[in-house]
């Protein structure tokens, strides 16, 4: 494994965030806690595996839109381009956008370090010719792009309908942020999850093989290991389903009985059935994210979805130009 192929810049939260975030969350009312924080490794695991079953259509549906339109989001994006990859995960969803554009850069950003740079080797043994980076850091709170020596022009990649895990006013929040770190002339790139049947919301996150179950009680894994939190694993249950006024899958930990949970010196109290918030997913039709990306300030260029409309790629302009 060739390390000078990498160029890694650690802006890594340390553990006091999740500390600092779980301690906030559970003091709450209801009890909450953002989903940012299933990414150590094993969730990231997980999470990929989320991916492989057969009721996760967002991840392979995605992936056929992508390589499908390659060659289309090449020519709109443009030459000598810095491909910039929020939440990029094992990285399998780019391999498309990197044959297709041969971007003179590529950053990859994540949250989970050690992933991340298992993705990032594999991408610069597989991609010799590309300049390489790796950055870990919490985008979500501040985006900080790395320098690369190659590429004038950004194209941001945020794949997965992560966007779906932000409040609709955080998002618009959070797409200026991103909007002006890509400016004068830059574009994104964003995968999102549409409106559809109620059933296969569901199943898509209450998998036979229970793997979503396990990424979800996977954060009370990390609150015993990373923080020292004395907990009943067993006392908590797995729920997701979609809430139709608000048009998002909510994901809850669901406690069994009456319980504590104890971290540090502080105890947080929980009766049967009460829960804690670990994700919401929103939906939305092509309508409503345009409007919501005119909010923050882009320009939608240009929309792919599949023939079933279960998925939607968006190309967004930074820089305000027009729509052809």
Not at 295 to 304: D, E, K, M, S, T
Request: net charge negative; with cysteine.
């Amino acid at each position: 494994m060739n390390n000078a192929a990498i160029q890694f810049h650690d802006q890594q939260p340390d553990v006091s965030s999740l500390r600092d975030d779980v301690l906030r969350g559970l003091a709450a009312q209801p009890k909450a806690i953002a989903p940012k924080f299933f990414y150590d490794a094993r969730g990231s695991e997980l999470f990929d595996r989320i991916c492989a079953q057969p009721e996760y259509y967002p991840t392979r549906t995605e992936i056929a839109l992508l390589q499908r339109y390659a060659d289309e989001i090449a020519q709109l994006a443009g030459a000598d381009v810095q491909l910039i990859e929020l939440g990029s995960g094992a990285s399998k969803k780019v391999r498309a956008l990197l044959d297709a554009m041969q971007p003179a850069a590529y950053v990859g950003i994540d949250i989970s370090r050690d992933f991340l740079m298992q993705a990032t080797h594999r991408l610069a043994q597989d991609y010799p010719w590309l300049e390489v980076h790796a950055a870990c850091a919490d985008f979500s709170r501040r985006l900080d792009l790395p320098r690369c020596q190659s590429g004038a022009r950004k194209l941001a990649f945020y794949p997965g309908s992560s966007i779906g895990n932000f409040e609709p006013a955080d998002a618009v929040r959070f797409l200026r942020q991103v909007r002006e770190a890509l400016l004068p002339d830059g574009a994104l790139l964003i995968g999102v999850d549409r409106k559809k049947d109620v059933g296969v919301l569901e199943a898509a996150y209450n998998d036979a093989a229970g793997v979503t179950r396990e990424f979800n009680l996977n954060l009370l894994v990390r609150m015993r290991e990373e923080l020292g939190a004395r907990l009943d694993l067993d006392g908590f249950e797995h729920r997701a389903f979609y809430n139709n006024v608000a048009g998002r899958i909510e994901m809850h930990l669901v406690s069994r009985g009456r319980q504590c949970i104890e971290i540090d010196a502080r105890r947080f109290e929980f009766v049967a059935g009460e829960t804690v918030h670990t994700e919401s997913s929103y939906k939305y039709s092509v309508e409503e994210f345009q409007h919501l990306a005119r909010n923050a300030g882009f320009v939608p260029l240009q929309v792919w979805s599949d023939p079933r409309a279960l998925f939607s790629v968006h190309f967004l302009g930074a820089a305000g130009r027009s729509a052809s």
